[in-house]
């Protein structure tokens, strides 16, 4: 096993080798766009299954894996690492961590990845340490500890490498922490950096928490963020507020949480921030993927971010200066009357938690979530996973603060099909349904839809050659038209999928992996 030295220009330059997947979000851009062309829409009916890695966790398996010169990288649940042949799926190396404690994060004992930096690979994990691993043999360099996970505080991220830097941010808003992103010199472990995402007094941005609100409000980092080198600019986006469902003890906007903030990696320093949900009262993270897009906006070339929102609202901003230029709501909303020309929202009576129970669109699991969208510059569509048509009902309860335990002020009552009966069941878009769609990066119409039996926690990936690849939860991975939505090929594999695909190839031929169950599937055409 000889894998190679993964240097900062060859990630800055990841397009450049397709035949890899060098970071989480395959380029700093976040497209999820790789420019392989072998598997077109002609012969994709030909994919057949070539390895299969069996994950000894039965825990949710949401990794997505690196993939350096014929060697991948994944990660299994809790925080194990894996070294694998990408041709054929043998194991060269795995490194187990064993958490210092009892964990409890939010939704399931997860890890979705890992970076690297020259030979060295960094996990994240959920006893909220920073580990550096030896990518060639799997032996620890250094292990740092980030915050107290006792107190709430849980990693769950791929970490983002930026120049000599890695940065992470902590999870845990439904246990009242006050979350932050942070950066540690890759050869050392060290702290470099530290910005809050709860700004706390005298910081910009605490004047939106009234009374002590701001020590327990939340703010989580889910997902790798996105950076500009150009303008030397990562982009992150923040978790609701704690209390969830109670917004009563926490008057005020509450910066920065479902925001996403554009930070100076060199330094943490706040460039800008944008609040899609102010005072969020329905726990709609802003945790989505921001994808980065160089285009022409009415008539000038400008630096664009895509940002589909859970809350519903597919937004259009300038990422040099956070300006709002377009929302537009991509499934049925109730919660706002519109957007103003600030993008601030416009709300509507009545929608927010109560003690009776108040039923609003979108449900709690909103528009879209945390799964990746992809742009393919080909085709110039911007694609997402969807919940249409789909509301829960949001109950206001008491909200008392205990360090460790879930601090949640409310309760919901789902009124999807999908959620309330099993993890499968037959699409009725009366009742909700779920989709793939495409929509125009520039004006967020839909162009095309592909309905699906139930509603997706997967990615997406789009090709060189058109074709876009998603999951499903009923276990099934599929290839669409990327132009047209088209159903190309479907495959069962018997395990929800809650993870994003990727593409590699070695020695001239083209693979697709995805995690399905507790397994990574791995493609190619039939020879």
């Known amino acids: 096993m000889l894998p190679a030295q993964v240097t900062y220009d060859r990630i800055l330059n990841a397009h450049k080798e397709p035949h890899n997947w060098l970071t989480y979000n395959g380029t700093y851009a976040s497209q999820h766009h790789s420019a392989l062309s072998q598997i077109t829409p002609e012969n994709v009916g030909e994919l057949e299954m070539t390895w299969v890695f069996q994950a000894r966790s039965l825990e949710k398996f949401q990794a997505t894996p690196l993939v350096v010169d014929g060697v991948m990288y994944l990660t299994e649940a809790p925080n194990n690492v894996i070294a694998v042949d990408a041709k054929t799926g043998r194991t060269f190396w795995m490194y187990e961590h064993d958490l210092a404690g009892p964990v409890s994060p939010c939704c399931g004992k997860v890890n979705r990845g890992v970076a690297i930096l020259g030979d060295t690979l960094f996990l994240a994990t959920l006893d909220a340490r920073l580990i550096a691993l030896d990518a060639k043999t799997g032996s620890k360099k ?134 899609f949900t102010p005072h969020d009262e329905w726990d709609w993270d802003s945790v989505q993927v921001p994808v980065l897009l160089d285009a022409e906006w009415k008539g000038s070339q400008r630096k664009l971010m895509l940002w589909a929102n859970r809350n519903a609202f597919y937004y259009i901003l300038d990422r040099a200066t956070g300006e709002f230029l377009q929302g537009t709501a991509f499934v049925k909303q109730d919660w706002t009357i519109g957007l103003d020309e600030a993008g601030r929202p416009i709300k509507a009576p009545g929608r927010g938690p ?16 945390w799964f990746a969208p992809a742009y393919n510059p080909s085709t110039n569509l911007f694609y997402l996973s969807v919940w249409e048509n789909y509301a829960s009902t949001y109950f206001k309860d008491e909200a008392d603060y205990s360090p460790g335990n879930r601090f949640t002020g409310g309760h919901i009552k789902q009124g999807f099909p999908a959620i309330r009966r099993s993890r499968i069941h037959v699409r009725d878009q009366d009742t909700g349904y779920g989709a793939i769609r495409a929509l125009n990066p520039l004006t967020g119409e839909k162009v095309w839809e592909y309905a699906t039996a139930d509603v997706s926690d997967s990615g997406l990936l789009s090709t060189g050659s058109d074709v876009l690849f998603s999951g499903s939860r009923e276990g099934s991975f599929y290839a669409l038209d990327a132009k047209s939505g088209k159903l190309l090929w479907k495959r069962y594999l018997g395990g929800q999928i809650v993870a994003s695909p990727i593409t590699y190839s070695i020695d001239g031929v083209q693979y697709v992996s995805v995690a399905s169950g507790s397994s990574m599937f791995s493609f190619t055409l039939h020879d």
Do not use: C
């Open 142 to 275: 250094w292990d740092t500890r980030v915050y107290s996970y006792r107190k709430g505080y849980t990693l769950a991220l791929a970490p983002l490498v930026v120049k000599d830097k890695v940065i992470i941010g902590t999870a845990g808003g439904e246990f009242g922490i006050r979350g932050f992103l942070a950066a540690y010199d890759a050869k050392t472990g060290k702290q470099v950096w530290k910005f809050h995402t709860i700004p706390g007094p005298g910081e910009p941005g605490h004047e939106t928490w009234e009374n002590d609100a701001w020590k327990t409000g939340g703010g989580s980092i889910w997902l790798t963020g996105s950076y500009d080198p150009e303008l030397n600019l990562t982009y992150w986006g923040v978790g609701n507020p704690s209390p969830d469902w109670n917004p009563d003890v926490r008057p005020g906007d509450n910066l920065y949480t479902d925001s996403v903030v554009a930070l100076n990696p060199d330094t943490g320093e706040l460039k800008w921030h944008f609040q």
């Open 354 to 369: 109560s003690e009776e129970g108040a039923e609003t669109f979108p449900g709690v699991q909103g528009g879209t979530n």
